[in-house]
């Protein structure tokens, strides 16, 4: 009998103790995410533009504003360079504690097409918010016998390769826009690569080269002046700023988008309290009247995200211009 009671009292114990250790497994996994002191020291914002740019004009409006609702200082760091890439590059290097953000393009997830890059630009960061995006516009010298986007199609098949067309650096958006064009529409146009938009512009406006898909910041005012003429735009929708002008998909070649987008990221291990404190004060930030009215002004919008949504749109992204670039065989160098 004695042995009988010392195997059930051990059994006991046993019962105990498991249930002891279940109580704080499950205390463990239902308690919340320690809530770290954040910001505790000066944050930065690095940039892959050069200052005066538009996205370096919307970073530091950002991050004027961001500052003033955290109560930290925070410095926007110009890095260009590689299309944005040792900008990226830097942000890895950063503990992830949320004081070091990354404010990214269309450039980023393009760069994965055209690149091989020293991170993943999905997995390596993580994403935030998006910010704005505004669409190109397709224009042309004053001097092209093409007045609108079905005319410009006829003309370019009835020339293939003549038509030369300036992009801002090989493998950006200006070349993406230009090469998923030509792929859509069937034609051959040339491609002619400068070291930045504003150069490409100025020789479309000297007639040295023909086309180019600029954004609306650049182009909007050399169009009013007559100096080039703006056939089309390439986002999805027409823009507020010159309504009259038709979406190139509803000129001449239907489904035809690409657009600019920004967007804010960390590097990836930053906790998740800190993500969602960041993506509700930024998401604040962008909806101040102030912010579109700059934004609109280059024919941009704010589009403030879920950091979800966000992720979603760099793996979509990275994707589709990776099909792309293989579809119309656009490579970097």
Known sequence: MSRVRSAAGVLALVAIVVAAAAGRDAGAASAPEPQLAFPSKLMRV???????????????????????????????????????????????????????????????????AVRKLPFDPVSSFAPITMLGYGPLMLVVHPS????????????ARSKPGALNYGVAGMGGINHFAGALFGHMAKVD????????????????????????????????????????????????????????????AEAGVPGYEISSWWGMVAPAGVPGSIISRLNSEIGAVLKQPSLAQRLEADGAYPTPSTSDAMAQRLKMEVEKWKRVARDSNIKAE
Do not use: W
């Open 144 to 155: 092209v016998p093409a007045r609108d986007v079905k005319e410009f199609i006829a003309l």
């Open 189 to 248: 146009m040339t491609v002619v690569p400068y070291k930045g938009g504003a150069q490409a512009l100025s020789e479309v406006m000297g007639g040295q080269v023909e086309v180019m898909f600029g954004t609306m910041a650049l182009s909007l005012k050399q169009v009013r002046a007559g100096k080039v003429r703006a056939l089309g735009v390439t986002a999805d929708k027409r823009s507020s700023l010159i309504p009259e002008l038709p979406t190139i």
């Open 46 to 112: 690095l940039l892959g533009f050069p200052p005066g740019s538009s996205a370096d004009l919307v970073a530091r409006f950002i991050a004027t504003n961001l500052s003033e609702r955290l109560g930290q200082q925070i410095l926007v760091d110009n890095r260009p360079g590689a299309n944005g890439i040792l900008a990226a590059e830097l942000a890895l290097k950063a503990p992830p504690d949320g004081h070091t953000l990354l404010f990214v393009s269309v450039s980023h997830t393009m760069n994965a």
